[in-house]
Structures are given as C-alpha cells and as structure tokens.
C-alpha cells in the first residue's frame, strides 16, 4: 500500500508559478513512474506530466514548456513546478504512483487560476 500526500495547491493569478509536492509513504525507488493528472469540473481526468525511475519525462501537449515534473527519490516526494499559468489549468491536481501491478492516488489539490 502506498499513501500519497499532495500540497502546494492554491489560488494564483494568470502568469503566476506554483509548485506542487507529492510526499509518498514507500520507497520511491519501487515506484516505476510518478504522474500528475488533474480533473477540471466537467471533463475527464488527464494526464499532465509523468517522470520514470530514470528519469525520462512526458508531458501533455498543453502544459509542454510551462510544466515541470522532477523525482526525488532520496526524499520520496514529487514535484510539479507549475509556470505561467493560464486560466484553462485550473483543476483538482492528483498525484499517481505507477506500479508495476497497481496504481496508487492521492487525495487531490485544487489549483485555481485567475485571469
């Protein structure tokens, strides 16, 4: 089992930065990849940004070059450097821990832009 913890989340105006953190309960050197997803009221949840064990990245096209996604593992915890934020990125942001069998979801932090 694997708790995750997200903070970081708030109210920011258009243009701003936020950096959100994911604190997990294990190891996260057993975690094959870290993700961010966020649901906006309405519509799906959606990928944003993902990072591996090695390090490799991905990105949804509608946060390339704004977001940043890092790992570090020695402190368990993730983290989601949010620049130049638009309106359209507000959303609950979840935290996901992929493993090689299960996934596992945190709580959810509201991230709200204002234009």
């Known amino acids: 089992q694997v708790q995750l913890v997200e903070s970081g989340g708030g109210l920011v105006q258009a243009g701003g930065s936020l950096r959100l953190s994911c604190a997990a309960s294990?190891?996260?050197?057993?975690?094959?990849?870290m993700a961010w997803y966020r649901q906006a009221p309405g519509k799906q949840r959606e990928m944003v940004a993902a990072?591996?064990?090695?390090?490799?990245?991905n990105y949804a096209d509608s946060v390339k070059g704004r977001f940043n996604i890092s790992r570090d593992n020695a402190q368990n915890t993730a983290y989601l450097q949010m620049n130049s934020l638009k309106p359209e990125d507000t959303a609950v942001y979840y935290c996901?821990?992929?493993?090689?069998?299960?996934?596992?979801w945190g709580q959810g932090t509201q991230v709200t832009v204002s234009s």
């Open positions: 990072v591996s064990n090695g390090g490799r990245t």
């Open positions: 294990v190891s996260m050197f057993s975690i094959d990849h």
């Open positions: 996901a821990a992929h493993l090689r069998m299960s996934t596992y």
